[in-house]
């Protein structure tokens, strides 16, 4: 089972900016009841696209220049960053299905 890559300020330029797949984070914080919700979509996107993305979770409470350097304002926000750039971008609860399709968009790339 695949587990989620925690992010922090000191990691996130290499395991996100310099990563040679297309990486998806959750940006969230323990006291959201939304990010609660979709950490399981969250764990079952990390099992199914093994291989072929790397799936990432930042906390907010921890780490929040991170939600100030991209403009996260409302979590549950979901980012995918493909070449060191954000190339989807969604907030709030999402369906699993919606986040494959924004992973697809970026893998068809």
């Not at 969230?28 to 979770?57: F, H, L, N, Q, T």
């Not at 980012?79 to 907030?91: L, P, Q, T």
């Amino acid at each position: 089972m695949a587990e989620p890559i925690e992010l922090t300020e000191d990691n996130f330029t290499s395991e996100v900016l310099e990563a040679d797949v297309p990486v998806m984070i959750d940006f969230w914080a323990p006291w959201c009841g939304p990010c609660r919700m979709v950490a399981p979509i969250i764990d079952s996107i990390a099992d199914k696209y093994e291989g072929k993305i790397r799936v990432a979770k930042v906390n907010l409470d921890e780490h929040p220049a991170l939600a100030s350097e991209y403009g996260v304002r409302s979590i549950p926000a979901i980012f995918i960053f493909n070449n060191g750039e954000v190339a989807e971008r969604a907030v709030g609860v999402q369906p699993e299905d919606t986040l494959s399709a924004m992973i697809d968009r970026v893998l068809a790339q």
